[in-house]
C-alpha cells in the first residue's frame, strides 16, 4: 500500500511566479521540474532541486515544447521524431546539471502539457521522448499513462515505467482522460477527488465517465499547485491517503 | 611535443548555419560545442557530437550567454555570480545529454564570447564558472587563458586545466588578447599564424606586442571556421604544426 | 501587361545572413519583409526597408509565427483567432515603425511559411490576418492566393487584395500548391519557371498539374532567393518578363 | 495645478502575470504598456490598451532591451546607438499597431528597467532613443527624468518632453534617483510618500537626500502596482493629490 504523489514545479521564469512550490514540496513526494523550455529557469530548477533534496522529495524532468509564451501548452508540429528526442535530451541533461549543482539527482522523466498529451496518444511521439531517456541514461524512470502510448513505448524499450491518474480529472473509456472542453472533466471539490483516487487505488483500476473499470497499477497520483484551490486539493488528497492507510513514498527516490 | 586544436563548432541556429563544420572537423582534435544559448540547437549539438565522435575529434561544451541575437558576444551584467553558475551548469548538462545520444562524451568547457572574455579577466566570474564545471562533473577539464583569471580559477577548484593561445590574435603584456579594434590586432596571414603558433609552441612562452615572451605552458590552439579564409588558416597551422613535429591529438579524448 | 515580383527578405538574425538580399533587390519590384518573429531583427528590418526605398522597391510585412528556431515553418496551434490577430498586427506595426526610420512605408501584408500555409487553407485564419490588416491600416493591401481562403477574406472585409503565383511551385486542381512532398512538385530550371509564369500570365489562369486551367487575375509572381539557384531563376523570371513585353512594377508603391 | 500619474502596466508574458493592472488602470492617468521585449505579449498589449481606452487612461510605449528572462532589468550592451534606435522603434510600432485594434492611439514613450536607467545617464543613450521616437512619430512625448539626459536630448532633437518624479525612491544631489542598494532609497510608507509628492509639486522643486532643492517643472509622477502595497500607495498619492486640489490628467490624451 505505496503511492507517490506527484506535481508540476519550479515553473516560473524570471520575475514570474506560478504556483506556490514551497507548499508543495511538503505534500508531494515527487516534483516534476519545468527544465527552461515552457517554464523554469537554472536558478529556479537548481532552487527547487535544492529544496526538494532537503526534504525528500525525488525530482524528475519535465520537459516539454520549446513554448515559453505557450507555457507548452500550445501544439508545435514539424519536428521529426529524431530532432524531438535530442529536444527531450537536452532538457534532462540541463535538469540533471543544475540538480547536480544542489546535490540531488534525477531519477524519472515526465512530458508536459502539449507534448505529454502528444506522447500519450501518439506512438512514435512516446517512442522518441523513450529513446532520449534511454539514451540519457537507461536507469531513468519513464512516468507514463495507464494503456496508453506512453506505457508502451516504456515497455518496447525496456524503461521501468511508473503509471500515473490525476486526481481531478475525468477519464474516458478509452482510458485517457476526458477533454478539458467537456463540462464536469474537471474534479473541483477535493473531498471527492481525495475518494476517487482512494477507490482507484483499492480497485487497481480507472474510473470512467461511463463507470467502466480499466485494471491499472497505479504508481503515482498527479496533483497541481498552481493556486491555492490546487494546493488545497493536493493536501487533501494526501491526508486521505495516509487516512486509508497509504504509505506515501517517492517511487524512485535519488 | 604534442598539441591540441580546438575551435568553435555547431555555431548555426535552425535554418541558419555557421562556418564550415565538416571542414574543421577534419583539422581540429577538439571541438567547442555550442549548448543552445548564443548558438546551436539540440539537433545540431547532435550532429556535431556525431561527427566528432566518428572523427575522433574530443568535444567540449562551450556555453555563452543567453543571447541568440547577439551571438553571446553582447555584454549582460545584473546577475549574481550563483545564477551565473547554475547557467553554465545548465549549457553543460544539456550538451553531455545530446552528446551521450550520439555515443560521445563531454570531456572540458571552454566559455565563448562576452562571457569568456568575462571569464579571463574577472576572478569571480572565472570562479562560478569553475564551479559549475566541478559540480557537474569533477573530471571535466576547464580551458583558460595562460596566465589570466581562468587559470586561478581552475588551480583553485582543483580543476584539470589546459592553457591555449589564439593562432589569429596578438598578445599584449599582461599575456591577455589585445583588442580586436587596435589595428593588427587580428592576424589574416596564414602563414604568419602558422610560424607565431609554431614559435610559441617551441619557446614555450606567449609573444606579445612589445616583443616580451610571458612563460606559458600551451596544450591548445585556437583556430576559426567561420568563413574560408578562417578555414585555410586553420588548415595552415595543422600542417605547420605537423611538419615540425607535433603530434596532434586531444587534451582529453573521450 | 503589368506585373509584380515580389520575394521575402531580411530573413537573417543577428550574426545569421540567409540568401542574397543584395542582388534580389534589383530583381524584385516587393519585397517581403521578415518581422522578427521568424526571422529577422530591428536592425535587418531597417536596413532591408532603406535598400529597397533606395531601389524603389515597394515593401510588404511578412508576419510568421512567433518561431526564430524553425523559421516560421511548424505549425504551432493553440491560439484563438483574436490571439492571432494581435500577433499579426504586432508585426506589421513594428515593421512600419523601422521602414518609417529608414523612411519607407509598408504597403502590403504577406503571411510567411505555416501561418501563410494555414490562412490560404482556413477561411478563420485567413479573416483574422485580415482583421489585422484593416484595423493597423485599412490602405494596406493583402497579398492572397487567387480562390482561396486569403481571397475571400480579403473581399469579405473590403481590403485590397493582389493574387499571386509561385514561379517555382506546380499547382494542384483546387487551385492550391501542390505539397513539396510531391516529386516535382517544385520546378528547378529557371528557363521551365519563366515560360510557365509567362504563360499564365497571357492566359490569365494557374495550370493545374492535370492541365486544368483555373481563370486567375495574377498581380504578383513569387521568387526566392535563398540560394545561388533561386536567384538565377528570380532573374530568369525577371528577364523573360521584360522579353516578353511586361511593366514591372511594384502593385503598391510606397 | 494639474498632474499626470503613471505606471508601468501589462507586464506580464502568457501564462504569468504581474501586478494587479485592473486596479491601476482606475489610479493612474497614462499606462506605460510594456512591448514584448522585457514583458507583455501582444494579446496583453492589446487587453491592456482595451481597458485604457474604456478608462480615459492615455498610453505610451515601455520599451526595454530584448529580455523577457531579465524582466529588462538586466544591463546589456553591444548594440551600438544605430541598433538601439531600431529598437526601440520596433517596440514602439509594435504596440501602435496593437493599441489601432483596441481603437486606442499611443501617445508617448517611457524607457523600462535597465534601458530607462542608461537613458537617464548616458546622452547618446538618451539621443537614440529621441531619435526613434521622432523617426516613428514626432507628435509622440518623450517621459524625461528633469535635469537628466533624457531631458536633454528631447529639448536638442524638438520633441515635447513630459518629467517625471518617482513617487517612491528618494534623489540624490545630482538629480538623479539614489540607488535601491542604499538604505532607505527605497519608501514604503504611502502616506510618506503622498506627502513627498505632494511638496515636490507645490514647491516644483525635487527635494534630495541631503535637503537640497533642485527645481524642476514635475508633469508626472511614476507610481507601481507590482503588489497589494505598491497598489496601496498608488492609492493614496491619487487620494492626496485630489484632496490638495490638483487635477489629475493625461499629459497627453489619445
Redesign the interface.
Known sequence: MRVDLNSDMGE???????GDDEAMLDIVTSANVAC?WH?G???I??RTAEIAKAKGVAIGAHPGF??????G???????TM??L???V??????????A??AGHRVTYVKTHG?LGNMAAADDATALAIG??IK???PSLVYMVMPGQATERAAEKLGLRAVREIYADRTYADDGNLTSRKIEGSVIHDPTLAAARVVSMLRERAITTTSGRKIPAEIDTICVHGDNPAAVAMARAVREALIAEGFALAPFAPA
Open positions: 516560473g521564469f524570471g520575475a514570474w511566479s506560478m527552461g517554464a529557469d537554472p536558478s530548477m537548481h520549446n513554448d515559453l509564451w505557450g507555457f501548452r500550445r501544439v508545435i508540429t514539424g519536428h529524431d530532432e528526442e535530442k529536444q535530451a537536452y532538457q534532462i541533461g540541463a535538469l540533471q546539471a543544475c547536480a549543482l502539449a529513446r532520449a539514451g540519457v541514461d
